[in-house]
């Protein structure tokens, strides 16, 4: 059992940037992936970015392609989400979540997702 926790949400002005981190702690394997997604008021959670916590491949979102940056400290066992050029539509709940053996196609989608932590909320303003 993997147990993840999510921290450095907060309110942001458009065109800022935020670092989200995730703790992961218990049993991680090195076909975990780490997943970050998001959730606004009465919306579906999306899919931000993913890793693997071996290798160099990384996942993206076409709509934070560019802008975001999912990274990995194997020691710490933490992933981190650099958000830069936040925009209005970027303010959600941001989750992280692990799920294991994902492919490159099923890592895309919540379901497919075991462990998940509290969430942190991204406010972006105007």
């Known amino acids: 059992q993997v147990q993840v926790a999510e921290s450095g949400g907060g309110l942001v002005q458009a065109g800022g940037s935020l670092r989200l981190s995730c703790a992961a702690s218990g049993r991680t394997f090195s076909t975990h992936v780490m997943g970050w997604f998001r959730q606004a008021p009465g919306k579906e959670r999306d899919f931000v970015a993913a890793i693997r916590w071996s290798g160099s491949s990384t996942y993206y979102a076409d709509s934070v392609k560019g802008r975001f940056t999912i990274s990995r400290d194997n020691a710490k066992t933490t992933v981190y989400l650099q958000m830069n050029s936040l925009k209005l539509e970027d303010t959600a709940v941001y989750y992280c979540?692990?799920?294991?053996?994902?492919?490159?196609?099923?890592?895309?989608?919540?379901?497919?997702?075991?462990?998940w932590g509290q969430g942190t909320q991204v406010t972006v303003s105007s």
């Open positions: 979540a692990a799920g294991l053996g994902l492919s490159v196609v099923s890592l895309r989608s919540s379901r497919n997702y075991d462990n």
